[in-house]
């Protein structure tokens, strides 16, 4: 059997490779110069832009994908924690760094708006209820 996946992103290349694994032919279409989707990198004036994920959420996903293939994460990368995580370029041309740290971002969201700090942590908190 044959099959298509539109898109190279984290889901279509393991929609590929779950399909490929099962005995489709599998062919991947991706309208981008490189195959990644978030997981890419932008070139641009000499610089290079990690265009995905700012945060690794959902470890768990990760893992259950690379068991299915008997692997683990750690076969292919390593997690390493930086700090800053990275830095917000604005339009004004002013700059801020997102920490790895939790209390250092709820300061930080505070100075953006009203008790934004206190919307960081319910939005996390409803986000770790979703994934749990």
């Keep these: 059997m044959k099959a298509v996946i ?7 290349l ?7 694994d099962s005995g489709f032919d599998v062919t991947v279409l991706e309208r981008n110069e490189q195959p990644g989707g978030r997981a ?19 470890p768990d ?22 700090d800053p995580s990275y830095r917000i370029f604005f339009h004004d041309g002013t700059t801020t760094d997102v920490s790895a740290s939790l209390d250092k971002n709820i ?3 505070d100075t953006f708006e009203e008790n934004g700090g206190e919307k960081l942590r319910n939005y996390l908190q409803k ?5 749990e």
């Excluded at 393991?14 to 490929?20: D, N, R, V």
């Excluded at 890419?40 to 959902?58: A, N, Q, T």
């Design 107 to 109: 300061e930080l969201f």
């Design 61 to 82: 996903v990760f893992e259950r994908f690379f068991y299915e293939f008997k692997k683990t994460p750690n076969d292919f990368y390593r997690l390493i924690r930086i």
């Design 14 to 20: 393991s929609a590929a490779a779950l399909l490929a």
């Design 40 to 58: 890419r990198v932008l070139e641009s004036k000499g610089f290079k832009f990690d265009m995905g994920p700012s945060w690794y959420l959902m």
């Design 127 to 131: 986000a770790k209820k979703h994934y």
């Design 6 to 12: 539109v898109g190279s992103g984290f889901g279509g």
